[in-house]
């Protein structure tokens, strides 16, 4: 990634910078913690994100995303960053999207992709089970029963 | 040597019929323990921590190596060896925590008077009266000579005005020693008294001050008019400023002893049980190479300072810029041991509240914020350096 961003690059972080100092400074969050309904984020932000094409940043075009690359998202999480914006941004624009882009079936992609843009689904990765990282001492199994898998154990600090 | 041997059995057989049952090895760990700093509001959960404490301050023993006619132990350095070689025999809690004996004590004696050394080194000793530091004020900081608290001349009194800073303790303690303007401001060493004052005496006030560990020690203290007789004034007028700097060596020395004590921070665990416990273990071992090393090298180091501090203590001398050195290895110490310590617990060791995370782990992450504090208080590391290079490596400014 260059440190030199582009025209387009800039105008992302632009957006992203207003979208951010406006919507959702540090208060934002603080009510967020101190309300009583232990929400993660909220859902009108999240829309609006979606609606700024940010959830499809790192998906292909034939899926419905701009394609902009890791550049691009990267300036928008800075600046998320920044103000301790709570979204599941990157759970699902980076970490969902690059994880079933990169790794996933064409039917897969066909049927996830497409609701990662539009804002349908969000999505998690859950590979930490203790406190400290350790994916060689993965306990939690998938056993395949009746052309299914069955899921058992336990996942912590899924994001 | 025999008169050695026979203090020794006086001293095991008196630790035997006066050291409580609560104070020593195989204290039942029911009962709860008090840290014991003495003083007129003193409160104790167990009334044999007050029993240890003045039985302890009766024989001197706080101040084994102050003179009998000050209330001290009058003991020599060998026999005082011997009495804390029995006293670790049998486990003997320390009976006192005390600013008084750590830094105003050995201060009174190099500079006070008769009178002076006699009114409070009795009631140091035995626990009786309570001390805090009088030194930072908002504005003087690593500046301290800047201070600005003013003691006004009004004849067989000083009119004490101005207002202290992270005074620990101060809504704890019974006095202060606190530094004051007596002279002009410039030049700034040359106008500061060091004046005894009683936290009791009209016009003085204490709030205390919270860190984001939830809790601490400091304080403001506002001084509104105080009045203060010309006897507590210890050394001269206006040649405080050399008795303040003694006192700090004694304030570094015994921060440095931290950096060892707190080996366990307030997680209730050593680094290496927390390691285990977090990463596994196999074959007795901590089952990461990575936190092996890490913990080994730290652990290295942790015991070659215990080893300088006691080559230290053992070569005896007055207290020295040296202090410096152990004030800033240990604190800086510390602070990497909490660091690594919070590693160790991967995300448990950033657990702030809720109920998946216990007691220990939400504890772990406050010890380490208030570890930040360590290399700021006591004169922030910045201040050891500049001790060190002026005063210890007499490199030129």
């Not at chain 2, 041997?5 to 029911?30: H, I, Y």
């Not at chain 2, 401001?185 to 004046?195: Q, V």
């Not at chain 2, 220990?360 to 290079?389: A, D, P, Y």
Request: some cysteine.
């Amino acid at each position: 990634m260059k440190l030199i961003l582009n025209e387009e690059q800039q105008f992302l972080k632009d957006t992203a910078k207003s979208f951010t100092t406006e919507k959702t400074p540090v208060n934002h969050f603080r009510s967020l913690r101190d309300s009583d309904d232990h929400l993660l984020w909220d859902k009108e932000i999240w829309q609006e994100m979606v609606n700024l094409g940010w959830s499809g940043i790192l998906i292909p075009e034939e899926f419905g995303g701009s394609n902009f690359g890791v550049a691009g998202i990267s300036t928008i999480m800075q600046e998320c960053g920044k103000t301790l914006t709570p979204s599941p941004l990157f759970a699902t624009a980076v970490l969902g999207a690059f994880a079933i882009t990169h790794f996933g079936s064409q039917a897969q992609k066909e049927e996830f992709l497409p609701k990662i843009v539009s804002g349908e689904i969000t999505t998690a990765l859950a590979i930490d089970e203790s406190s400290h990282h350790n994916p060689a001492k993965t306990a939690f199994s998938a056993i395949i029963k009746d052309n299914e898998y069955v899921l058992n154990g336990k996942k912590d600090f899924c994001c | 040597m025999e008169q050695l041997e026979n203090f020794r059995q006086e001293v095991k057989s008196w630790l035997d019929e006066n050291c409580p049952a609560s104070m020593r090895n195989g204290a039942d760990p029911t009962i709860p323990t008090d840290e014991v700093w003495g003083g007129r509001k003193a409160q104790y959960k167990n009334p044999e921590s007050k029993i240890w404490l003045d039985r302890m301050g009766q024989k001197g023993w706080t101040m084994p190596t102050v003179a009998k006619e000050y209330g001290g132990g009058g003991l020599s350095k060998e026999e005082v060896k011997i009495l804390n070689e029995e006293m670790w025999m049998i486990g003997a809690k320390g009976p006192l925590l005390s600013f008084g004996i750590w830094m105003l004590a050995p201060v009174l004696l190099e500079y006070g008077t008769e009178e002076q050394k006699k009114e409070h080194l009795p009631k140091i000793i035995k626990g009786e009266i309570r001390w805090c530091q009088g030194y930072s004020e908002p504005g003087s900081g690593s500046d301290l000579a800047s201070l600005a608290t003013k003691a006004e001349d009004i004849g067989e009194h000083f009119l004490v005005n101005g207002q202290k800073v992270w005074t620990s303790y101060a809504d704890k303690a019974d006095w202060i020693f606190a530094l004051v303007r007596t002279g002009p401001k410039e030049p700034k060493h040359d106008g500061i008294s060091f004046l005894l004052i009683d936290m009791e005496t009209q016009g003085v006030s204490t709030k205390p001050i919270t860190l984001i560990s939830g809790k601490s020690p400091f304080c403001e203290t506002f001084f509104d008019d105080v009045k203060v007789t010309k006897a507590n004034l210890i050394g001269e007028l206006n040649a405080g400023w050399t008795i303040a700097k003694v006192l700090l060596q004694h304030e570094r020395e015994f921060i440095s002893k931290f950096g060892l004590a707190s080996a366990m921070g307030s997680s209730g665990k050593d680094i290496v049980s927390l390691a285990k416990e977090h990463l596994g273990e196999e074959n007795g071992k901590i089952s990461n190479g990575f936190y092996r090393s890490e913990i080994t090298a730290h652990k290295i180091k942790e015991h070659a300072f215990g080893l300088t501090l006691k080559r230290a203590g053992d070569e005896g001398g007055k207290a020295s810029p040296t202090a410096s050195m152990f004030k800033l290895y240990g604190t800086e110490h510390n602070k990497k041991r909490h660091e690594l310590m919070v590693s160790v617990a991967g995300i448990n060791g950033v657990a702030w509240d809720g109920d998946e995370f216990d007691d220990n782990e939400k504890n772990l992450t406050k010890s380490w914020l208030r570890t930040k504090g360590n290399s700021l208080e006591g004169g922030t590391s910045e201040v050891q350096l500049n001790v060190i290079s002026k005063r210890v490596l007499g490199l030129p400014s």
